[in-house]
């Protein structure tokens, strides 16, 4: 019987392919990349045309062996690899080590992990796109000359273990460049005026809004007080009252940086926990009843585009879930951005009948949470728009206009299943029925003042944002750079934002004085269009790579005479040791800081740093409430005499007692009701509003 080899990066997807096909087919998993440039030197013969050094990785002799030996048994081996870049490169070095020839129909594809599509894959198979895997290995090569060329001058002059890679070097730039401008923000003060207006017992809420036709601006409480005068003695009078209706359109279905930002703003999901949670779901999971099933596509993708079969699937089940009056009369279509590779289906369920209740049972919680959110919102991608009545109303009051709009939901549309809000939704204010010239009472004029805010700091979400806009990487290398970054603590979190530690903005100094090129953002967006070029044959790989490295090279050999050795001290603190008497040092470890004796290595002794809220213990009464972080960065609170005490909760709680009845009260937060106080008794559980 003749024996077909079909060859995947995982186990999981091993799985989930082997039962669609039959007993003919042998499955076999290369566990990801089986050969790789050396660790312990360059492998990169920069005098010979860039050749590269590739080598066996360490622990992989034994599955090679075995693939060899189910290759030879086999008629005709197929390999499955990812649909990309790195998908093809990890391809083509196993056609090389099993001696298949790239040129034959070797290599098979598929988008999503379903039987139709795997079995259409092996009807389509094609040779190797060797210049895919250029495009790969031009992006490896460029990466090891940037980090083993530059990195040891950071050893030298830093800190040993120090590294600098083409990305994350701009993308580093990017977080330090940010803190610089919030330092040197100067805030400016400015004014508001809001009056509170009645008709028949009805409260509107207006906004001043121009003077004379220009637009009214307040600078100080002398000038604010000067026009709430002028107001108070002025009539108001209604001068417009425009009514109107508007489509809402839906969002177009996820693509990989949409998908790490709506899961970090939704979900408080991190950008690595996304993509490995993706990965399961597109690999495929046990599904009761179903069997194993890869739920999603293929979750690395920069394109919106979704299939024929995709959109008649979801138009059957709009129509027989919600009702024709929910799918429109012309199927939606979505345009991607500028530049995009457009070489996959925006991620979208594989199977729209199986959802999120059906596989519920079957999930993990952050499985399903996430797979909720590309369900939902790929559906909602295929429904009719929201119909929103609108109403803009101007007072007139002497030469001032003030301004208010409201809005209702006429048809809800695809926002029955997904909402989203604009960024530049105006405040809703109830309108209630007015005619042109109607007098509305004044209740109270209300000046506020403001100040001018800096830019926000990166959170994970609005930083890949960032980083897609300005084309630095590609929808595989988001998540990667973050993770490097913080792990190299070059960067740290606090709370969600993205900070840069001393370590990262001293990194961000030699880089950005020495490898100008490196570390600027055009400049690296241009190498991704490079790359993109040799994807489409139009450049050999080997003359990218020469014109970035010509001129590193000349950088390297000026930075290694010019840079200057750099001590970064320890941050000293008040707290003594207990076995030397010596004061503890701030370190940053694998866990992020902690304390550690300044007498080392004569004293070893550490500790964590914990933050005292002033709060006893509510369990024991005899401890205090301390603040920490676990071992993957989330903030908790625990009593200070654990283990004898294991009081623990993920809420802060706080020293005031609930006033309805007496009880603990934790704070809280949710984007709806924003801070608040909750009390922790179940029978009472009274909430109390905190200003901001």
């Known amino acids: 019987m003749s024996q077909k080899l079909v060859i995947v990066e995982s186990p999981a997807k091993a799985k989930t392919i082997k039962k669609y096909l039959g007993k003919d087919y042998v499955v076999e998993a290369s566990m990801g990349h089986i050969r790789d440039l050396p660790k312990s030197q360059l492998g990169v013969n920069v005098d010979n045309n860039f050749e590269p050094k590739y080598i066996t990785i360490r622990g992989k002799g034994d599955l090679i062996d075995n693939l060899k030996k189910q290759a030879k048994k086999s008629d005709i081996v197929y390999l499955a690899t990812d649909p990309d870049r ?21 290599r098979i594809e598929f988008n999503e992990i379903t039987k139709d599509a795997v079995k259409n894959s092996i009807k389509h198979a094609r040779p190797i796109n060797e210049h895919l895997f250029d495009a790969q290995q031009a992006r490896r090569i460029l990466d090891r000359l940037v980090g083993y060329e530059i990195s040891p001058i950071l050893w030298k002059n830093v800190k040993w273990g120090l590294s600098a890679g083409r ?36 409260k509107i809420k207006t906004k001043l809004s121009t003077k004379n036709g220009k637009k009214v601006e307040i600078s100080n409480a002398k000038e604010a007080e000067a026009i709430r005068k002028e107001l108070e003695k002025g009539e108001f009078r209604v001068k417009s009252l425009k009514k109107g209706q508007k489509a809402k359109n839906p969002l177009p279905p996820f693509i990989t940086s949409t998908l790490q930002q709506e899961a970090s703003r939704r979900l408080n999901f991190q950008t690595k926990r996304t993509m490995g949670i993706a990965q399961r779901l597109y690999e495929g999971v046990d599904v009761k009843g179903h069997g194993t099933v890869g739920l999603i ?27 024709p009056e929910y ?42 949470k996430l797979y909720r959110l590309i369900w939902e919102r790929f559906l909602a991608s295929q429904m009719e728009s929201a119909k ?28 029955k299943l997904y909402e989203y ?15 042109e010239g109607d007098i509305l009472k004044k209740d109270k004029v209300l000046p506020e003042q403001h100040f001018t805010q800096p830019p926000p700091r990166f959170t994970e979400a609005s930083f890949v944002k960032t980083l897609e806009e300005l084309g630095i990487g590609r929808p595989s290398t988001y998540a990667p750079t973050i993770s490097t970054l913080l792990d190299r603590q070059y960067v740290e979190r606090e709370k969600k934002n993205l900070l840069p530690t001393e370590l990262g903005k001293i990194v961000n100094s030699i880089m950005s004085e020495h490898f100008k090129d490196v570390v600027d953002v055009e400049f690296t967006a241009s190498i991704e269009e490079k790359l993109d070029l040799i994807e489409e044959g139009g450049t050999k790989w080997t003359d990218v790579v020469e014109s970035f490295y010509i001129p590193l090279k000349k950088d390297i050999e000026e930075a290694e005479s010019k840079v200057s050795k750099i001590t970064i001290e320890d941050e000293v603190t008040d707290e003594i040791c207990e076995k030397c008497g010596k004061h503890f040092v701030i370190k940053n470890g694998r866990f992020g800081k902690f304390l550690a004796c300044s007498g080392y290595p004569e004293c ?41 005490c294991d009081y623990v909760s993920w809420y802060e709680p706080v020293k005031e007692k609930c006033a309805v009845c007496g009880g603990l009260q934790y704070k809280k937060y949710t984007k709806k009701d924003g801070a608040y106080l909750e009390c922790s008794v179940e029978t009472c559980k009274n909430r109390v509003k905190l200003e901001k």
Request: aromatic content about 8%; hydrophobic content about 35%; charged content about 30%.
């Open 86 to 106: 790195e998908g093809e490169a990890i391809s083509y070095h196993l056609a090389e080590i099993l001696k298949l020839d790239p040129k034959q129909k070797v």
């Open 167 to 202: 990305v994350q070097s701009a993308a580093l730039k990017l977080i330090c460049d940010r803190e610089t401008e919030i330092g040197n923000f100067e805030s400016k003060e400015y004014w508001t005026i809001d009056a509170l207006l009645t008709k028949a017992a009805k």
């Open 297 to 323: 596509t293929y979750m690395r993708t920069d394109s919106v585009r979704i299939s024929n079969e995709a959109q008649a699937m979801a138009k059957d089940f709009i129509l027989d879930t919600f009702g």
């Open 327 to 368: 799918y429109p009369s012309v199927p939606k279509t979505y345009k991607g951005k500028k530049g995009a590779q457009d070489a996959h289906e925006a991620i979208r369920p594989s199977n729209v009948a199986l959802t999120p209740d059906v596989v519920k049972g079957s999930l993990k919680d952050e499985e399903l």
């Open 388 to 415: 929103i009545d609108t109403v803009s109303l101007e007072v007139e009051n002497g030469s001032y206009i003030l301004r208010a709009s409201g809005s209702s939901v006429a048809f809800d549309g695809f926002m």
């Open 421 to 435: 809000k604009n960024e530049d939704e105006e405040e809703n204010t109830m309108i209630p029925d007015l005619e």
């Open 604 to 644: 070893t002794n550490t500790k964590p740093i914990v933050e005292k809220l002033d709060v006893p213990c509510p369990k024991c009464t005899d401890g205090e409430v301390l603040a920490r972080k676990s071992r993957k960065g989330r903030r908790f609170y625990g009593c200070s005499r654990y283990p004898e």
